[in-house]
């Protein structure tokens, strides 16, 4: 079976200052996602997950390389292109959740089927929301939500309009234990059921332990890949995802 190529990232670079001071964010990274793929992207902070993934959704200009969604090229996009491509076909789950604040939990979950003129699934925000327990949230304001609720409720948004790529931005961070495990159960469930592409940026080793592949930054450049292995136990995979990560912080 052929599986259909999405996303092609090729020689990407972000260069933030001028040229007599500048950080080099992204360095030379080419990638390929698949329809349908579970992509982890791991490394250390500032090694360029980030500004990687917000160049992927359009909402960072490159300096240069291409990046490359089911055949047509990010740079070569209309503003009416980019609009449809940014929170509609690419969804986010930020960090920082940007909800706003004098919308109610449910409203921010339909901005993006609002402003993408698309009927509101609520069955399916429904039984999201049921599933990561934030159900009793939707009619509360951001200002009355906890660091874990916010985050939940942010991913209810980016998943609930069914894209076609979610890139998710540290999405266990505000979360415990419990809730870690049940919001990446959800997240698998809608990769392997939905055959939406998933990549997504962690630190934690359980988390990037459900991704199908996993790449690792170093100064902003790729340091090395693995992929789960045909009958590998969790067990083993965290083992080797775990001794990558110890060699990119030395």
Do not use: W
């Not at 933030?16 to 080419?30: L, P, R």
């Not at 009927?119 to 949230?137: G, H, R, S, T």
């Not at 790729?222 to 590998?232: A, L, T």
């Amino acid at each position: 079976m052929k599986f259909k190529r999405i996303l092609v990232v090729k020689y990407l670079n972000k260069i933030y200052g001028t040229t007599n001071e500048y950080i080099t964010a992204v360095n030379d990274i080419s990638l390929d996602l698949l329809e349908g793929e579970f992509l982890g992207i791991m490394g250390m902070s500032g090694s360029g997950k980030t500004t990687l993934l917000n160049m992927i959704s359009g909402v960072v200009e490159a300096t240069n390389g291409q990046i490359n969604f089911d055949g047509k090229n990010l740079n070569k996009f209309s503003r009416k292109d980019l609009e449809k491509y940014r929170g509609n076909e690419v969804t986010n789950i930020f960090q920082d959740y940007r909800l706003i604040e004098n919308m109610t939990a449910l409203e921010n979950i339909e901005v993006p089927f609002i402003i993408h003129n698309k009927e509101i699934d609520m069955e399916n925000i429904e039984k999201l929301a049921k599933k990561l327990d934030v159900y009793d949230c939707l009619n509360m304001y951001p200002k009355e939500l906890s660091g874990g609720q916010k985050q939940r409720i942010a991913a209810i948004r980016a998943i609930s309009i069914n894209p076609k790529i979610i890139l998710a931005d540290e999405p266990t961070s505000a979360l415990d234990t419990k809730n870690s495990r049940k919001f990446l159960k959800v997240l698998k469930n809608v990769n392997e059921c939905s055959n939406i592409s998933i990549i997504m940026a962690t630190h934690d080793i359980n988390a990037a332990s459900i991704c199908s592949r996993i790449l690792f930054l170093k100064d902003g450049k790729i340091y090395n890949e693995i992929s789960k292995k045909d009958r590998e136990s969790i067990k083993d995979y965290k083992q080797r995802i775990n001794l990558v990560s110890k060699q990119i912080i030395k």
